[in-house]
């Protein structure tokens, strides 16, 4: 039997210190908007999946999320000065990109089977434009393990210029928006038809998120976003 995740006690202390002082920070030089707080379902495993446009949304989602969400990362991140100290010491879960990794998938379901929730990136990495990209199958593929919901988060305002607006004090705006929850659909079939479906429900996250964000956001989802009249 797997030992059940627990966040060693040195994150705990740290993300209790740096919570409010990224709070404190984003308040300070940006403008903030935030709506849907009410759709977390607090107090119960699910999956945070945002877009991603550079290094500056899971400081942001995590300083004004009201939970501690665990996190993933590419593992690159725990190489760069600077952000390996934050990585290591808020505590989160190395992603090595464009490989199938079973064990990251066994921590992952892990997480969220001990009660966690959990912050993703579906695209797999920054686009450093506000245009969302097809999201890697990856999510859909934890999903069908650890059947916990999925909330979707809008992010706006957080490009690679953030910080040089902000530190001209133009106090740029940032938008967090935070969806309904929802559980995927059912994996059916094997092989090329299971892999099909797996990427229409990374799909359909995207979907979600794009419903939330302004149209120059929702890139290859454009055409593409959720509505209630579709079901799902």
């Known amino acids: 039997m797997t030992e059940k995740y627990s966040v060693p006690l040195k994150n705990r202390i740290f993300?209790?210190?740096?919570?409010?002082?990224?709070?404190?920070?984003?308040?300070?030089?940006?403008?903030?908007?935030?709506t849907g707080k009410e759709n977390i379902p607090y107090g119960k495993p699910y999956m945070a999946a945002i877009n991603h446009v550079s290094l500056f949304e899971p400081p942001f989602v995590a300083a004004f999320w009201p939970e501690m969400l665990e996190g993933m990362g590419a593992s690159d991140i725990w190489k760069k000065?600077?952000?390996?100290?934050?990585?290591?010491?808020?505590?989160?879960?190395?992603?090595?990109?464009?490989?199938y990794d079973r064990n990251l998938i066994d921590?992952?379901?892990?997480?969220?089977d001990s009660g966690y929730p959990l912050l993703i990136a579906p695209e797999g990495g920054r686009t450093h434009t506000p245009g969302?990209?097809?999201?890697?199958?990856?999510?859909?593929?934890?999903?069908?393990?650890?059947?916990?919901?999925v909330v979707?988060?809008?992010?706006?305002?957080?490009?690679?210029d953030f910080a040089k607006k902000a530190f001209s004090f133009k106090r740029p705006s940032i938008e967090l928006h935070i969806g309904q929850p929802f559980h995927l659909p059912p994996i059916e079939g094997s092989g090329q038809e299971r892999r099909e479906a797996r990427q229409r429900n990374?799909?359909?996250?995207?979907?979600?998120?794009?419903?939330?964000?302004?149209?120059?956001?929702?890139?290859?989802?454009?055409?593409?976003?959720f509505s209630e009249d579709q079901g799902g």
């Open 15 to 34: 993300r209790f210190l740096i919570k409010p002082t990224f709070r404190l920070l984003f308040l300070t030089l940006s403008r903030i908007t935030i």
């Open 81 to 99: 000065k600077g952000q390996n100290i934050l990585v290591d010491w808020y505590g989160g879960i190395k992603v090595h990109r464009g490989e």
């Open 107 to 112: 921590v992952v379901v892990n997480v969220l």
């Open 132 to 149: 969302m990209r097809r999201a890697m199958a990856g999510i859909a593929f934890i999903l069908e393990r650890a059947k916990v919901p």
């Open 152 to 160: 979707p988060v809008g992010v706006v305002g957080t490009t690679d």
């Open 202 to 225: 990374a799909d359909l996250v995207m979907e979600h998120i794009a419903a939330l964000l302004p149209e120059e956001y929702r890139g290859v989802y454009a055409d593409r976003v």
